[in-house]
């Protein structure tokens, strides 16, 4: 119940901050809102030798939209910068619906976008919903930026492609066609409850049909997964109740949600079925919300 | 003088509500000695295992560690709460038998340090097979939790009144179901802290308790000392629910700490500990056999019960015969048998949590009527009322109750929530059910023999009458007694409220009294402080009277003013005449004490469940559940409570919604869940899912008028009684909601997702 020891740096550059990632390499780790890396150093789960925070890094909290580019999220920026931003809640409501419903509003006004992602635990809000609207990362190391889609960024539970020395600096929305967006989660109370499931989904439509729809599901496997065979049963289909209810059907026979104190496997299939029809007629109806 | 009373009745505010709210009030944690170290307690990783060796050489050696102490340290006598059971040492001695069973405590210079040293203790144990199951348990060869206790059977009891086999086989229809309980844990926002200070032969404890004098009590017997020379006092206290009526090893292993290094030892309990520690709700077994007429009424009633008691007694032997003992209190019928067995496993011990022993087989008893309404054709809310007891009238297991207003609460609770519009009306995924409860204003007996009074009081007048001073040895744990107490002493004074003061729960400086449980301190504590209070009247009416020119009977004192009952105008106030009584007399004080009388039976058991008056309550729930999901809304709620006089309406109310809301919490989302090996793997707030304020519905809390003869004013309890119609409640809506019963708590969104999933499976003929 008590921080181990650690060296605790607080650069005011990326640069500095990737130097220094660079410098310690494993044995350091970030330090954004504290809310997972806290609790995991306290309950002796991690022990890093040497935090870097990112707290001095204000650049990293900005939510702005660059003509090109799409909107783009500063890895800092807390949940509920995210819920309250007024870009986001014009263009993509169903972002800050996500990060508001999530954790409590302790969490929400510490916990950051970057650590949600990074942690990579198969219940975290936010990446089903950037996932499905298509969103990549920019991560900064040592050695460069790159940047590649948040889909392809985890590897399992608590592992992802990012490398010891790099920083996870931005998560951009780009420009895109779909007409509607949502997010539902499931969770087992109206607040602090982790999500057993969660559904996103967003679609294209034309009148009735729906030229394409990209559906990403939460705490459904080890990653964030995309449901493509539920997507593959909505392109280019006139939309009826059946086949919301097929597409379902469809994401709960492909994902592989395992069993916990949460939630059996069985339940958290059919909540995936549930859930995915749900969001996808919320989103054809209703927009981006 | 429109009003009856000048200062009950009154939500007037709570006297720690300032320095509640602004963060000022300190708790045991919070407080601060010259050279106080910090203490905690090393505990068992495994659920039942013998102690082989203990090596705290290297803790020892930790800088800052100041004492490091093991079962060789302290008294070996076993202590508990249960008299007829003390089956707990302050440190195991040969083996643990679960999962953070005390093995020895360190003190150190701060909490850092404590932490570090805990991990230098070596321990070498011998793993033992251990059991888990209550069922398992009571086998011939499963291993023996406690040696003293064959077949793990901690308690039995068999309690038959009237004639229940002939009642049943002259039954129009008998029925039997079974539930199931779960493992429930109080989780008091505040955790257990106690703060020991040994200094030459007096021995002083700070402890978040429910009790000072239980405490006191055993402390004093643990260490051999003259109870004079404990001191137990508390400051204020972040909620108790039953949890911290018996001292735990922070009291024991504390003092023992201060006495070695001679300074103040700060121990505490963090969230993880509080689990492990535990005394929470038993998970109960219940089959329920019931028998009625045609009409419904209920002829005879058979409960047989077994619980899991966990590793130790704890309150167990009480909570098991509350179990069955109240069962009889809503309903009237003559005929009923009680079989109850409580089963030590290897988990963590259970005792008392608020409504203690009975709001599980409450729930499992609602339900059941439920069910035999339904296969009759009979209205709940009907059937309740068909049976519902009356004032005046004695239990087949001989509790007297003089007032009872359930019918009335029945009939306001069907009114005001509409329950003839929506009974079998409500749209698909809604439901709307009813449960009642009952509960003791007060236990009939002390938790250990003795012949003291349950309660007294000491009032005295400061010098110049400004302000009075309350003396009681209850225990504001947060529901409000100080400032109850306060109420009632200004009233039979016939003083001023926002002029009292209160000194409570200080074993030195306030008279005795037992303490917060069983719902007792509004009418046993009230009672000797309304004597108190009384007194003081008393004696300054004859003091103001000659220079009223009046007899004291003339007079009255009401708010501070003595006055002439005929003529009002001729009056004086209470502060110039407390002022020449102080003068002429000497100091002002009033004096009261309360006894029980004589209440109950003469079978086994008799005790538990007596009492000088009974609450009772009516509940309607409405919930919404989705059928798809099992996710479970709960809508709208109605309460109405027969609490007698109400003292002060906003902590009445207060409790209602709290009771309320942990029966919900109980109903639904809250269960403390095992590994295979014994380990709790929810011991924290985010798996173990206390409802939150959100999920919180709007809930009406009404009451009915009574006046108790047998509580000061007329008062009864209100705040465990509260907690016992929820879960039958809930469980009553959501079966009306989903079509289907659900035996086992907690009625889960997986729960009701299965049985919704089900029943449609077998409608369409799948
Ligand atoms: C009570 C409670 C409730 C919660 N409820 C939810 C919930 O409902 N939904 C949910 O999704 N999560 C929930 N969480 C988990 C957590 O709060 C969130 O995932 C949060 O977004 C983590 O962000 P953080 O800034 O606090 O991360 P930190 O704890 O600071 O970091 C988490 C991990 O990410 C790394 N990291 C952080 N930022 C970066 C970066 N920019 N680049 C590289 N590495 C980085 C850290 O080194 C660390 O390993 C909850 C947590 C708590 C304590």
Known sequence: MYLPDFEYYQPNSLAEACRLMAKFGPRARILAGGTDLLHKMKHGQLEPEVIVSLNGLERLREITYQKGVGVVIGARATHNDIAGSALLQEKYRSVCEAAHHMANNQIRNVG???????????????????????????????????????????????????????????????????????????????????????????????????????????????????????????????????????????????????????????????????????????AIKEGHV | MSQEYAVIGKSVPRKDGWDKVTGKAKYTGDLKFPNMLVGKILTSPHAHARILSIDTSEAEK???????????????????????????????????????????????????????????????????????????????????????????????????????????????????????????????????????????????????????????????????????????????IGGGFGGKLEPTGLEFAGAVLSKLTGRPVRMFYDREDMFAHNRGRHAQFMELTTGVDKDGKILAVHANFVMDGGAYTSLGVASAYYAGALLTIPYEFDNYKFDMYRVNTNLPACGAQRGHGHPQPRFAFESHLDNIAKELGIDPVEIRLRNARKSNTTTPNEFKVETCALTEALEKARDLSGWREKKGKLPSGRGIGIGVGSFVSGAGYPIYRTDLPQASAVIKVNEDGSEATLYSGSVDIGQGSDTVLCQMAAEAMGYVYEKMRIVSADTELAPHDFGAYASRQTLMSGAAVKQAGEEIKTQLLAIAAPALGVRAEELDCREGIIFVKANPEINRTFGEAAREFFVKKGPLVGRGVYHVPKLGGKFKGAAVGTSPAYSFAAQVAEVEIDEETGEVKIAEVWDVHDCGKVINPALLHAQVHGAFYMGMGESVWEQVLFDAKGKIINANLAEYRLPTALDMPRLHSDLVDTVEPNGPWGVKEVGEGATTPVMGCISNAITDAIGVRIDSLPLSYEKVWRASKERKRNTSGE
């Open chain 2, 62 to 236: 930790l800088p800052g560690v100041k004492a490091v102490i093991t079962h060789e340290d302290v008294p070996s006598l076993k202590y508990g709460i249960s008299p007829a059971r003390w089956d707990e040492n302050i440190f195991c001695i040969d083996k643990v038998r679960f999962v953070g069973d005390k093995v020895a405590a360190v003190a150190a210079l701060d909490e850092e340090t404590v932490y570090k040293a805990l991990k230098l203790i070596k321990v070498e144990y011998e793993t033992l097979p251990a059991v888990f199951d209550p069922f398992e348990a009571m086998r011939e060869d499963a291993p023996l939790v406690q040696e003293e206790y064959p077949r793990n059977i901690n308690t039995e009891i068999h309690q038959n009144f009237g004639d229940v086999d002939k009642a049943m086989a002259e039954a129009y229809y008998v029925r039997t179901d079974r539930f199931k309980g779960q493992r429930t844990y109080q989780s008091p926002i505040e955790p257990h802290s106690a703060i020991s200070i040994w200094d030459k032969d007096k021995l002083t404890i700070y402890s978040s308790t429910q009790s000072p004098h239980y405490f006191q009590y055993y402390i004093a017997r643990e260490f051999g000392l003259p109870m004079g020379n404990v001191r137990v006092l508390k400051t204020h």
């Open chain 1, 112 to 282: 950051t976008l970057g650590g949600n992602i990074v942690n990579a635990v198969p219940s975290a809000d936010l990446p089903p919903i950037l996932i499905a609207l298509g969103a990549s990362v920019k991560l900064a190391g040592s050695q460069g930026r790159r940047v590649l889609p948040l889909e392809e960024f985890f590897t399992g539970v608590h592992s992802s492609v990012i490398e010891p020395d790099e920083i996870l600096t931005e998560v951009i929305i780009p420009d895109q066609p779909s007409t509607g967006s949502t997010y539902i989660r499931f969770g087992l109370r109206r607040s602090g409850a982790l999500a057993v499931v969660g559904a996103a989904v967003a679609v294209t439509m034309e009148g009735e049909t729906c030229r394409e729809a990209r559906i990403a599901l939460g705490a459904a496997a080890p990653v964030p997964m995309r449901a493509r065979q539920a997507e593959a049963v909505l392109k280019n289909q006139v939309i009826t109740p059946d086949l919301l209810e097929e597409a379902g059907v469809c994401a709960a026979r492909e994902c592989s949600p395992r069993s916990s104190i949460r939630g059996s496997e069985e339940y958290r299939r059919d909540l995936v079925r549930v859930l995915t029809r749900r969001a996808l007629q919320k």
